[in-house]
């Protein structure tokens, strides 16, 4: 078993760890009341409270979940009390979006986007690097959609916003752990010019050649990951650096096949094709690069134990099943399966959430063993 860092082993800045639980609460919220809404709209009975809110399944998971956690990762990096508001305004969008007052939810995460990208703009104004560039771009794509959405477009209008959002906020991460390796100056323009690529698609994407662009963006992304990322030597390791590494690569698999699916076949809204790309990248690329993060992210967050344990391979080995039969489906135009693919999809999720709980609850018990030893 891999060996962590004590919680308390860096100082707290910023908002106290204990205060920091009800905005991941509400972060989890989105998460949970969002799966639900995603079962509603393959046809799962579901609560009432998720049923209601089928139509705004995507809203909820990126920017009531995801904005909620990437905002308060950013607050607690930062260590300013005012970056707090990112996740709380977020979180507060997501809660009305639960309890009925769905039309106030895109201003409050406008609000919250703005927060977060002021927060990365002050963590590129400390360090102006071709990763912090990134993450500020990642940042300003959520507002960016929120606020288009807030004025009248569709949800599948601005979902490439959201996913620039996303992808583009790991990217960067990945760039800045990459000092460990660093990519050759000529694999730092090529990551410059994929930036300028994926931004144009999103520019054109009324255009017909604009989504083309943004998927072909995407797609060479993967490549650059998959080429230059640590993870293709860590993989080798043990414990959780090589279970990370695990999460990394394939999550870079379904980076490239949706965006090879996005060129291929388009994103119209309501296709088979829709379905496939989207949860390709969001489940499988995005959830991938959670799965594997959160034995970090938690401990830096809540200042709580993560213990590694083998058993954090089976959500992620349920991630890519739930998604195999739920492409499947797509590509073969049998709806059952994809419905089966949308129930695993959501059993991974469960099974996440519980093998991190379960983490938490060893690594209290274990430090309150270690303290009782005279």
Known sequence: MARQPAPSAAPVTGLPPPWRVPLLVLGFLGLVVGAGAGLARLGWAVPDVAASAAALHGPLMICGFFGVVISLERAVAIGRYWAYLGPLLAGIGSATTVFGASALAPWFFLGGGLVLLAASLDVFRRQAALFTFTLALGAACWPVGVALWAAGASVHDVVGWWLAFLILTIAGERLELSRFLPPSPTARRVFAVILAVVLAGLAASDLSWGL???????????????????????????????????????????????GAIALWAGLAPGTRAYDAALHALTLGFVFSMVFG?????????????????????????????????????DATGRFGWTQAGGMLNAVALAAFIVTMVSAVVRGALGGNAAKSVP
């Open 212 to 258: 083309p662009l943004f998927a072909a963006g995407l797609l060479a992304l993967a490549g650059w990951l998959l080429r230059q990322d640590i993870a293709r030597r860590t993989v080798h390791n043990r414990g959780l650096t090589r279970f990370i590494a695990v999460c990394l690569l394939s999550g870079y698999a379904w980076l490239a096949v949706g």
């Open 293 to 329: 993060h959160a034995a970090i992210i938690f401990p830096a967050v809540l200042r709580v134990a993560v213990p590694y344990h083998a058993v954090f391979y089976l959500p992620l080995a349920l991630l890519h099943l739930s998604l195999l039969v739920r492409m499947a489906g």
